[in-house]
């Protein structure tokens, strides 16, 4: 059995202003969604809570099903700030794509501004889950990648503690036959495949990325991560899968989103945790 290392919080992060602060971090998934209220650290101050994600599903049954979620914790600890990771292209508080939850009725969605406003107008930012686990995961320091392994494959890259442009690397193809990572090695091809032949695919992966990002290191998060049976390169590490809702914190601090088009709106270089 390979020897797995979970990336934890070091002591070289930085504490930040504003640990009054309340947020209420939801992580939606492909398979589930994921909330928790947590402060300006990501440490979890309530307890974390989940329900399946409706299949099919609409933006609104979407917002319906999240207001539902949250519902306890807000009454528990009252946010003062939401941010949410979303399994797609997001830009501006906006879907662009939404892969797993159809092509129809998914693009430009104003999520994170409907759910606010449900949720007594709370301000809000929305990324990308991967980009949000990723926060939770990296330690600031030369070029960070992640790679979330769930119900698809997510990516995202970090320069010295700040988001880069976000690629799609769930739909580009990582073989002959013109698969894409997610239909390569997301919970389907698993579960088809097997845990084994899984496993010497994202061996496969790690390797094409090392070679296409030249990464200082790796973050490998999502709930299939715990699934890897082989040894991993020495710049490699697993995350735990609440990361995606830790790295929530991170969106209100203007240095980790700054430069972004994801957030345009954080380009002032200003927010909560100055």
Not at 38 to 44: S, T
Not at 83 to 111: K, Y
Not at 146 to 156: D, E, R
Request: charged fraction near 25%; hydrophobic fraction near 40%.
């Amino acid at each position: 059995m390979a020897k797995r290392t979970v990336a934890s919080k070091t002591e070289s992060k930085t504490k930040v202003a504003g640990s009054a602060e309340r947020i209420l971090a939801i992580d939606v998934g492909g398979t589930g969604l994921k909330a928790s209220i947590i402060d300006a650290d990501g440490q979890m101050k309530t307890e974390r809570v989940r329900v399946a994600t409706p299949h099919p599903c609409t933006p609104d049954q979407l917002v319906d099903t999240l207001a539902k979620l949250v519902a306890p914790l807000v009454d528990e600890a009252p946010p003062t700030l939401m941010s949410i990771g979303f399994p797609g292209v997001v830009r501006n508080n906006r879907i662009l794509t939404a892969p797993h939850f159809g092509l129809e009725g998914w693009h430009d969605i104003p999520l994170a501004d409907a759910l606010a406003q449900r949720l007594g107008g709370l301000p809000v930012r929305m990324i990308n889950d991967a980009e949000m686990q990723g926060f939770a995961a990296i330690e600031g320091h030369g070029l960070e990648f992640v790679l979330t392994l769930g119900t698809g494959a997510g990516t995202a890259m970090f320069r010295d503690g700040e988001l880069m442009p976000h690629l799609e690397l769930a739909h580009h193809p990582v073989s002959k036959k013109g698969v894409a990572y997610d239909e390569y090695i997301g919970e389907a091809a698993r579960a088809k495949a097997g845990n084994k032949r899984w496993n010497r695919r994202v061996h496969k992966v790690i390797g094409i990325l090392a070679s296409l990002v030249n990464y200082d290191k790796l973050w490998i998060g999502g709930g299939n991560a715990v699934r890897l049976d082989f040894d991993l390169p020495s710049n490699v590490a697993t995350v735990s899968n609440d990361a995606g809702i830790e790295g929530g914190a991170r969106l209100w601090h203007p240095r980790s989103v700054r430069e972004t088009r994801q957030l345009p709106e954080a380009n002032q270089r200003s927010g909560p945790f100055k």
